[in-house]
């Protein structure tokens, strides 16, 4: 089945850094993907839609400066929290949507814990 | 604009015990819904989903759920609980055609316990 990897699994940085996550899609095209960001014991929410080739939509209250979302390629999709600061420290899920298996084309990577010191 | 409840923060069963996860859904239009289950540190992994058709749908791991659209629910359900099943468990909606973003309830911790 598809394969989504996305990296580090965890990391921790110091306040006023940035880091990067990645997400991959291993086996299919991923023409948009999604980040999201899990609190403790909450839903996932939805952060920003990025489609291959153009500027990512971000979802209302999300910082664009702040989270940077690139996807140049139809495989890759990363995203950098730039200045991180302890409240920035979350779970982050990336999606990505393989248009060929229709609504069941959704495959989320395994997520990065983000821990800003 | 399209949303989903569950109502329950954690569900307990005992092993071999029937269970069932509740969700309600709030959308205009038809409705795509959909379960996935989160174990620890890890991402989302998907369960079933229902478009159209049967009410009753079959999904991974023995899990099935139905879709009432008179009380707009689409309940989880496994008739024989295993610890293996303990886990976070998401409804999630997708308004319909033309759309493509998910939408997820809070989730509901599920135990089962030996």
């Known amino acids: 089945g598809a394969v989504v990897s996305q990296h580090p699994s965890r990391v921790i940085c110091k306040s006023g850094t940035s880091v990067k996550i990645e997400c991959r899609s291993l086996?299919?095209?991923?023409?948009?993907m999604f980040w999201y960001r899990q609190f403790p014991k909450q839903s996932l929410m939805l952060m920003a839609t990025?489609?291959?080739?153009?500027?990512?939509?971000?979802e209302q209250g999300v910082e664009k400066d702040k989270f940077l979302i690139n996807h140049a390629s139809l495989t890759l999709s990363t995203l950098t929290v730039t200045s991180a600061h302890p409240e920035d420290s979350s779970f982050y899920i990336c999606?990505?949507?393989?248009?060929?298996?229709?609504?069941?084309?959704?495959?989320f990577g395994s997520g990065t814990r983000l821990t800003v010191v | 604009a399209q949303s989903v409840a569950q109502p329950e923060d954690q569900v307990n069963v005992a092993e071999g015990n029937p269970l069932t996860v509740k969700c309600t859904y709030s959308?205009?239009?038809?409705?795509?819904l959909f379960w996935y289950v989160q174990y620890p540190n890890r991402g989302l992994q998907f369960l079933l989903k229902?478009?159209?058709?049967?009410?009753l749908v079959k999904g991974s791991y023995g899990f099935e759920a139905e879709f009432n659209k008179s009380q707009t629910s689409f309940h989880l359900k496994k008739p024989s609980a295993l610890v293996s099943d303990s886990a976070l468990y998401f409804c999630?909606?997708?308004?319909?055609?033309?759309?493509?973003?998910?939408?997820f309830g809070k989730g509901t911790k599920l135990s089962v316990i030996p």
């Open positions: 999606s990505a949507r393989d248009w060929q298996a229709g609504l069941e084309g959704y495959t």
């Open positions: 086996d299919f095209q991923a023409t948009t």
């Open positions: 990025s489609n291959e080739g153009s500027k990512a939509t971000y």
């Open positions: 959308v205009s239009g038809n409705p795509y």
């Open positions: 229902y478009i159209t058709g049967d009410n």
């Open positions: 999630a909606v997708i308004r319909g055609a033309g759309s493509y973003q998910l939408t």
